[in-house]
C-alpha cells in the first residue's frame, strides 16, 4: 500500500508534473469502483486512469494499493471472499494484467522495489480469518509464505495489512493484539515484537528517522490511530475517532507523508472520508468525502522518501547486518543490538513484590462511562520490616475506552483495622492501560516502611478498564459509584521495584554536544573510541541510600587494560548537553570530587571495590541526599581522534536518598 520511489511526472497525464506529492486512492462499491488522485489538501480531484482505459468493475473490493512510480505503474488488491487477486496496470490504466490470483480475503499490498517483491496479508483456505503474510515477486511469480498465525483460529485469527521498510529489511504487519515484523533477506524469516497491548491492529506505518511505529487499532473499543517507540515505550492515540465512546467508526487504512509531516486516513463505515492529520495528531482535517454509495478503501502517494538507516550504534551499518552478521547481540530479538539498550537488556529486574498475573482468572472493573463515578479498587500488600524506598508500581490490564487522563494509582498507610486511611496519602500517579493486556507502571519515590499499605486505582474522567487479577496476595476491595464497599474480592496482579535512582544523560551518540571529531558512540553511551566497542558505558546499580548504600558504578566498553578515573559532580556540565573534552563529551561539573581510578579486565571497571569507601561516603553525599553526577574518565592512547589521549563515558545522574 505505499510507495516507495519518486514520481515521475511523465507516466501518466492524470498525474500532472509537479513536485508536490499527492494522494491515490481507491473507493470501494459493488461493481462500480474508483480510483482517484488529489492534492494532500483535497484539491485537484481526478480518475486516476484514462476515460478510455478505466478501473475494472470486477475488482469492486480494492483494499490495497501501492505504486511503482519510477516504472510508471500502479498495483492493487482485489479483496474478495474466494476470488481475491493482485493486479498492475500502467497509470493510465493500459496494460491492466492479473499478477496473483485464488487469494482469499487478501488485505493490503507493500513493494519492496528494492527486493523485487510485493507482500500483502491473505486468509489461509482452512478459514475465513487472516492468518498469512505472503509475498512474490512484482511479477506474480514465486510466491510464498513469509509469515504464518500459529496456532490458527479460523474464525477469530487476525492479521493486519503490511507495510515494506526496504532500507532496513523489514516487512512490519499486525497480529491478534501486537505489531512484528519481519526480515524481508530470506529465510529463515523471523518474526520479532514491536508493540504489544493492542486490540485489533488492522494497518502500520513507520517513521524511522523520528523511531515511531504509527498503527491503526480498529474494533468496537478502540478506531483510532497510535503510536509507539520501537522499544514499546511513549504509547499514545493520536487521532481518536470514538472519543468517550466505545463505538466504532471504522478507520480501514493509514499511510504517512513523511516528508510533509502528515498522516493519512481512510474511515470506511462512519464518515465515508480520507482524513490528515498532522504526525502528533495534531490539525485533524476532512481531504476528501466520497459520494453516496461510496467508500475509501485504499491510500497510497505518488511520492515517498526511503526510510532513515536504523543504525543505532552509528558504525554505517544498518543494525539487522550487525545482528546476523554476530557482531552485535540481541537476546530480546527486537532487531535493535544490545548495545544499544544498555547493554543487557534482558537481565532480570528485582522485584520487591510479585503478584502474578492470573490471564485466566477475570479482571476488576475501574471507572466508568460518566466523570468522577464507576468502580475503584484497593489492593493491600505487606512491607518486611526493612522498609522499602518504592520507585514503581506495575498493573496488568486493559481499557474500553482509552482516555489521556487514565488512572490515577495512590497509596495509603493502614489504619491498623486492616482498611485503608484515605486522609494520608503517601503518594499518587497515573498511567493509562492499553487495548489488551499489558503491564503499566506508575512512577513513585516514597519509602514505605514496616507494616501494611493499600494502593488504590481510581478512573479520571470517561474511562473504562478491567484489571487483571492475580495468582496470589491478599484478598482486595472493591468500591461502587455508590460507595459501597466489596472486600475479600481476588488479588490484583501488582509488582513494586525498588526506586529506579539512576538516570542516564549527555551521551556521545549525538543527542547532547556533538563529539569533537563525530565519533558517534551508541545509543545513550559516550562518543565512539580506537576500540570497537560503539563507545564506553556507564551504569549504576545498587541502593542510592546515603545509610544504607550498596552503589556500584561500572564503566564498559574501553580499551581492554584501560585505567579509568571515575569522578563525582554537584552539577551537569553545560545544563547535562556537555562540553567536548579530549576524545569525547565531558558531563560533570560544580564541585568535583575523584572517587578513584581503577584498571579496567577486559575492557570494564567498577567502583567501589572490596576495601573501599561507598561512594556517598568518599563523594561526601549530605545525610539528606540530593541529586550528584557521575562519569569515567579513561585512557585511550591510540591515534584515533584528537591528539588527546582520553575519552569519557556517558553521564549518570544518582538521586540520593536518606
Not at 253 to 282: M, T, W
Not at 359 to 388: C, E, K, M
Request: glycine share 12%.
Amino acid at each position: 500500500m505505499r510507495a516507495h520511489l519518486s514520481f515521475l511526472a511523465t507516466v501518466s497525464a492524470s498525474l500532472p508534473a509537479a513536485a508536490q506529492t499527492q494522494v491515490v486512492f481507491t473507493e470501494y462499491k459493488f461493481n462500480d469502483p474508483k480510483l482517484s488522485v488529489m492534492n494532500l489538501d483535497g484539491t485537484g480531484l481526478a480518475n486516476l486512469f484514462a476515460p478510455a482505459t478505466p478501473f475494472p468493475i470486477a475488482d469492486w473490493l480494492p483494499i490495497g494499493l501501492a505504486i511503482d512510480a519510477s516504472a510508471g505503474r500502479v498495483y492493487w488488491t482485489h479483496g474478495s471472499f474466494n476470488d481475491g487477486r493482485i493486479r498492475r496496470a500502467n497509470l493510465d490504466g493500459s496494460g491492466q494484467t492479473t499478477l496473483v490470483s485464488s487469494l482469499k480475503l487478501a488485505r493490503g499490498l507493500a513493494l519492496d522495489l528494492a527486493g523485487g517483491k510485493m507482500y500483502w496479508a491473505n486468509s489461509p483456505a482452512a478459514g475465513n480469518a487472516g492468518g498469512l503474510i505472503e509475498r512474490a515477486n512484482l511479477d506474480g511469480t514465486g510466491r510464498e509464505t513469509v509469515y504464518a498465525i500459529t496456532p490458527y483460529d479460523p474464525t477469530q485469527s487476525k492479521i493486519g495489512q503490511p507495510t515494506v521498510d526496504s532500507v532496513n529489511g523489514w516487512v512490519w504487519f499486525g497480529v491478534d493484539k501486537s505489531i512484528v515484523r519481519v526480515n524481508t533477506d530470506g529465510h529463515p524469516f523471523t518474526a520479532r515484537t514491536m508493540v504489544t497491548g493492542l486490540s485489533t491492529p488492522t494497518s502500520v506505518e513507520v517513521d524511522v528517522a523520528n523511531g515511531w511505529v504509527y498503527g491503526i487499532d480498529s474494533d468496537t473499543i478502540s478506531d483510532c490511530v497510535w503510536r509507539a517507540r520501537f522499544d514499546d515505550t511513549g504509547f499514545e492515540v493520536v487521532v481518536d475517532s470514538t472519543p468517550g465512546s466505545v463505538e466504532s467508526s471504522g478507520l480501514l487504512d493509514l499511510a504517512l507523508d513523511r516528508a510533509n509531516g502528515g498522516l493519512y486516513l481512510a474511515d470506511e463505515i462512519g464518515n465515508k472520508v480520507i482524513q490528515r492529520a498532522n504526525l502528533d495528531g495534531s490539525g485533524l482535517q476532512t481531504v476528501f468525502t466520497s459520494q453516496p454509495g461510496w467508500v475509501p478503501s485504499s491510500i497510497a502517494f505518488d511520492t515517498s522518501a526511503p526510510q532513515a538507516l536504523e543504525d543505532c550504534n552509528k558504525n554505517g551499518v544498518r543494525d539487522l547486518d550487525d545482528i546476523t552478521s554476530g557482531a552485535s547481540a540481541d537476546c530480546d530479538l527486537d532487531g535493535v543490538p544490545d548495545e544499544c539498550q544498555g547493554g543487557n537488556p534482558c537481565a532480570a529486574q528485582p522485584n520487591l513484590l510479585l503478584q502474578p498475573l492470573n490471564l485466566a482468572g477475570g479482571n476488576r472493573a475501574l471507572g466508568g462511562t460518566i466523570p468522577g463515578t464507576g468502580w475503584i479498587v484497593f489492593q493491600p500488600f505487606d512491607v518486611p520490616a526493612s522498609g522499602w524506598q518504592a520507585g514503581e508500581i506495575s498493573f496488568d490490564g486493559y481499557t474500553t475506552n482509552y482516555a489521556a487522563a487514565g488512572f490515577t494509582a495512590t497509596l495509603f498507610p493502614d489504619t491498623g483495622a486492616n482498611y485503608p486511611n484515605e486522609s494520608a496519602a503517601l503518594a499518587s500517579g497515573a498511567a493509562r492501560f492499553r487495548y489488551s493486556h499489558k503491564e503499566t507502571a506508575v512512577a513513585f519515590d516514597v519509602h514505605l516502611p514496616a507494616g501494611r499499605h493499600w494502593v488504590r486505582l481510581t478512573a479520571n474522567g470517561v474511562y473504562t478498564a478491567g484489571v487483571h487479577t492475580a495468582t496470589s496476595g491478599l484478598p482486595s476491595l472493591s468500591r461502587s459509584n455508590l460507595g459501597n464497599d466489596f472486600p475479600g474480592q481476588a488479588p490484583i496482579a501488582l509488582r513494586v521495584r525498588e526506586a529506579r535512582r539512576f538516570t542516564s544523560y549527555c551521551a556521545g551518540d549525538g543527542s547532547a554536544t556533538n563529539c569533537p571529531c563525530s565519533n558517534l558512540g551508541a545509543t545513550g553511551r559516550g562518543c565512539r573510541n580506537s576500540f570497537p566497542t560503539f563507545g564506553a558505558l556507564l551504569a549504576g546499580e545498587g541502593l542510592a541510600s546515603v545509610a544504607s548504600d550498596s552503589v556500584a558504578l561500572t564503566a564498559s566498553g574501553m580499551p581492554a587494560s584501560s585505567s579509568a578515573l571515575f569522578f563525582q559532580g554537584t552539577a551537569p556540565q553545560n545544563g547535562g548537553q556537555g562540553s567536548t573534552f579530549g576524545d569525547g563529551v565531558r558531563c560533570v561539573a560544580g564541585s568535583v570530587i575523584r572517587l578513584g581510578t581503577k584498571t579496567a579486565s577486559g575492557g570494564a571497571a567498577s567502583y567501589p571495590a572490596i576495601g573501599d569507601a561507598s561512594i556517598s561516603v568518599r563523594g561526601l553525599v549530605p545525610p539528606s541526599g540530593g541529586l550528584r553526577y557521575y562519569q569515567a574518565w579513561y585512557r585511550n592512547a591510540a591515534a584515533f581522534c584528537t591528539t588527546s589521549t582520553f575519552n569519557l563515558t556517558n553521564g549518570v545522574q544518582v538521586a540520593w536518598g536518606v
